[in-house]
């Protein structure tokens, strides 16, 4: 009884600081509608810089210690007004997906700035001045911190809910988010009232940072693994509610600190089981209402898709006899970079079949591809195995999580569908990382070789590009089939699709299925491909990979996945060794960059031109840029 | 007070205003005439920059505001209510009326909760209820009062007995006619002839995107051609 009574509060602790970001990031959602992926930097700048303004400060007076945390969160504010006026203001209009990618780009550049400022080493924080000794509850020793932290979720939350319920800014909050532009016509600055949005979110990540520097080491990867948790506890609290934030953060605490008690190895699982039972429940979460008012429109002007024109044939087979004849004129590493570029190519493929013509924007996609990887590995380590067996298992593993994570998704559109994704995707992370004993945790699993015929790096080129290239021709057949039209009638219009009687959530529930498979059979090429396997396959990453593949190539285009991997293989392959060290910092920038650039993306961007440019004759529709 | 010259408009390709003019002096109600989709909606969006037009020049009281933020624009004393309504739903009346609340403007007439209770009681007897839970007259009494609350001098009322019970349309009329007593310069856009003669001095009509009439409202209804033209189903 006392033991889960501890328990109990240590989940209320940890609560908090999840609160703290959650809450931020549901603010700034309700308002600007963006998902701020940067959140998670905010809070570990928040941690990083609290660490040095106290330490400078003198981390044993009260005034240095929590003058240090305070001035920490208002700075973070502060960076968080940049992120918002130098890049986010220019993109309100963007697809939702492209300002997901451009926090993203943040996010790596924070890593890497975080890496150059703090160094790679986790560091210690000093306890907090004031709250050092201990209360001994039911006979265990309790920290007074952790009780302070307790005590400060529902302080916060009363505080917003003053802030957002009595005052007049709340009021204009509260309106912008249902109408904001009849706010701005009735003479409220939105520009302003959106950046104090994001100075106030951002603040609170901050602050929820600085707070755990007598918890636990700052380290570089505590942005992402709060994001995750994060967007799992607004998806559950319903987005835009503070109070859903924080019944949410308190859920998913609790539940983590008994999980550890009960089994230590799949606490993330536990988190994933209670999204799920409230997804079905309350698709909108705890708190959260149905999305009301204008949302995003389609994201880029969708031109049809259509089968391949003579031209685009004739195009695709000469790429393809170049390919065929590469490995006789490449070297060893031009082979290599040849067999992970057609292999990713295929990810990419099945990436956008679910985006682009099933309309689900997956922030997630790398599940499937490294539970392909992990599948081939472990039938090859726990089973022995062989090569072909293993290449079997693959797609099957994805299939079997696209079956369960798919049948959640596609009840879910827009930010929640990506958000979902994510977090789904983080969970197979986790169990890969810490189910150590099946998995091998971080260590990966090693010696995943193929096959002795096709140990040659020419005849695994040659086997993976085959299987690749039948795997991609499948989707574009599925896509023209009567099984694709469907599915994009159901994109276009579920409501009609429905009543000419299509099930839309089945044919998504199918499709994503589908896609899950074909990015199973990459993810088993690559296993075999690289020899083992490693949890960064299914990391965010990797994900983010994905996404910009299909972005770069344009999400209506059958053919741009297929270009974007190339572009995206060649600009990472040039980037890594030319900028070695601080390459997250390039290719963030670079992101940045190309969502400023093309925001409406790069086929998007080249549709508009061409508009703009053939406005004279107004009758002819605008052609597609890759069939 | 206010001068439209040359204002163009469009929608992607579509060409919804076509070089729109007219003037409205202090004081006047002026109605803006025309069936749906003739560009009523549209020029009363222009005005306010909620649509970007691709040229012209929009004046008010002296100052360009074409190009201008909407935010700006309200701020110069222009009020806009829109002909959805557009109440904010999760709020409650008050709050919304707190939304529309800018300082005082020393060319218009100013004014406070209380005194908008006093002009629609009813809104006065459910001051908590959130805009979601109010009729359609309710919220169109709302949102005007909304407006209202940033003291404009100049009100840009589109479509206000769009959808309202006669005796709602009665009530509305009469409520306008009190806006115009107390100084209140108005542009009105209507279907509603019969609606529009009770309240405006002059009339404009507008025909795909271009003003085919401008008089007073007794030229217009002495004018059985132009109204069997351009205004009868």
């Known amino acids: ?627 | 007070m206010l001068k439209v010259e040359g204002l163009h408009a469009y929608y992607g390709r579509a060409h919804i205003l076509a070089d729109v003019a007219f003037e409205v002096s202090s004081g006047e109600v002026v109605v803006l005439l025309g069936r749906n989709g003739a560009g009523k909606s549209t020029t009363m969006k222009s005005i306010m920059g909620l649509v970007a037009p691709a040229s012209g020049r929009i004046a008010f009281r002296g100052t360009e505001i074409a190009g201008k933020q909407p935010f700006e624009i309200a701020r110069l004393g222009l009020g806009y209510v829109p002909e959805d309504r557009r109440v904010f739903t999760e709020l409650t009346v008050e709050e919304n009326l707190e939304v529309g609340k800018r300082p005082a403007n020393p060319d218009a007439p100013e004014w406070t909760t209380e005194k908008l209770f006093a002009l629609f009681p009813n809104l006065a007897r459910m001051r908590d209820r959130p805009g979601s839970q109010m009729s359609g007259g309710e919220q169109q009494m709302l949102t005007i009062a909304r407006t209202l609350m940033g003291n404009p001098s100049l009100v840009l009322l589109d479509e206000p007995s769009e959808g309202l019970a006669p005796v709602i349309v009665e009530q509305m009329a009469k409520t306008i006619l009190d806006l115009k007593q107390q100084g209140l310069t108005v542009l009105l856009s209507e279907q509603n002839l019969h609606f529009a003669r009770t309240v405006a001095d002059r009339a404009l009509i507008i025909e795909k995107g271009r003003i085919r009439f401008a008089g007073t409202m007794a030229e217009l209804m002495a004018n059985e051609g132009v109204r069997a033209q351009y205004l009868s189903l």
């Open chain 1, 1 to 627: 009884m006392d033991l889960i009574f501890i328990q109990m509060l240590n989940g209320l602790a940890s609560a908090s600081s999840l609160f703290l970001v959650a809450s931020g990031l549901s603010i700034i959602f309700g308002v600007t509608r963006v998902v701020n992926f940067a959140h998670g930097s905010f809070y570990m700048l928040g941690a990083y810089i609290a660490w040095t303004l106290v330490t400078r400060f003198g981390p044993a007076s009260p005034l240095g210690f929590w003058g240090g945390v305070i001035l920490a969160a208002l700075l973070v504010g502060v960076i968080g007004v940049l992120v918002e006026v130098l890049l986010l203001r220019r993109i309100y209009h963007a697809p939702e997906l492209f300002q997901l990618l451009a926090t993203f780009g943040v996010v790596l550049m924070v890593q890497d700035i975080a890496l150059a400022v703090w160094g790679p080493q986790d560091l210690l924080g000093p306890r907090a001045p004031g709250f050092r000794s201990f209360l001994t509850i039911f006979g265990n020793r309790f920290p007074t911190y952790e009780l302070f932290l307790i005590c400060l979720g529902p302080i916060v939350l009363g505080a917003l809910w003053l802030l957002f319920n009595r005052t007049r800014w709340g009021t204009l909050v509260r309106a912008a988010t249902l109408d904001r532009e009849m706010v701005g016509a009735l003479g409220v600055n939105q520009r302003m009232l959106f950046t104090s949005v994001f100075f106030l979110g951002a603040c609170l990540a901050g602050l929820g940072g600085a707070l755990q520097l007598p918890r636990e080491a700052v380290n570089l990867h505590m942005d992402l693994s709060i994001i995750a948790e994060a967007f799992v506890v607004v998806v559950v609290g319903g987005l835009g509610s503070v109070t859903g934030a924080y019944l949410a953060a308190v859920i998913i605490g609790v539940m983590h600190a008994f999980g550890i008690l009960i089994f230590p190895k799949i606490t993330l699982v536990l988190v994933f089981l209670i999204m799920a039972v409230v997804l079905v429940v309350r698709p909108h979460g705890l708190m959260g209402r149905k999305p009301s008012g204008p949302q995003h429109g389609p994201a880029v002007k969708e031109p049809l898709l259509s089968p391949a024109t003579r031209e685009v044939k004739m195009l695709g087979a000469a790429a393809l006899a170049v390919l065929l004849v590469a490995p006789a004129l490449l070297g060893a590493y031009g082979v290599s970079l040849l067999t992970e570029l057609v292999i990713l190519t295929l990810f990419a493929a099945s990436l956008h079949f679910i985006m682009g013509p099933g309309g689900l924007a997956s922030f997630g996609h790398a599940a499937y591809f490294g539970l392909g990887a992990y599948g081939a590995a472990l039938a090859a380590k726990w089973l022995a195995a062989p090569m072909l067996a293993g290449m079997v298992v693959a797609p099957i593993f994805a299939g079997i999580a696209g079956v369960i994570f798919g049948w959640f998704c596609v009840r879910l559109s827009g930010v929640y569908l990506a958000m979902l994704t994510l977090a789904f995707a983080q969970i197979a992370w986790s169990v890969a990382f810490q189910w150590v004993e099946l998995t091998g945790g971080d260590n990966g699993i090693l010696g995943v070789w193929p096959a002795q015929w096709a140990s040659g790096k020419v005849v695994y080129y040659y086997l993976a590009l085959i299987l690749c290239t039948a795997a991609v021709l499948a989707l574009r057949a599925v896509i023209f089939a009567p099984f694709g039209y469907a599915l994009r009638a159901g994109r276009d219009s579920p409501v009609r699709a429905e009543a000419i009687g299509l099930n839309v959530t089945r044919i998504n529930w199918a499709a994503f299925i589908v896609a899950a498979v074909a990015a199973g059979i990459a993810g088993g090429l690559y296993a075999y491909f690289k020899g083992s396997v490693f949890p960064t396959y299914m990391a965010i990453p990797k994900s983010v990979d994905a996404l910009l593949m299909v972005l770069l190539g344009g999400v209506q285009t059958v053919t741009g996945p297929i270009v974007g991997a190339f572009a995206f293989v060649w600009m990472q392959d040039w980037l890594v060794r030319a900028v070695a060290e601080y390459w997250r910092l390039v290719l963030g920038a670079a992101i940045v960059v190309i969502v400023l650039a093309f925001p409406q993306g790069l086929v998007g961007s080249l549709v508009a031109w061409r508009e703009r440019r053939g406005d004279a004759d107004a009758a002819e529709p605008v052609a597609e840029g890759a069939r």
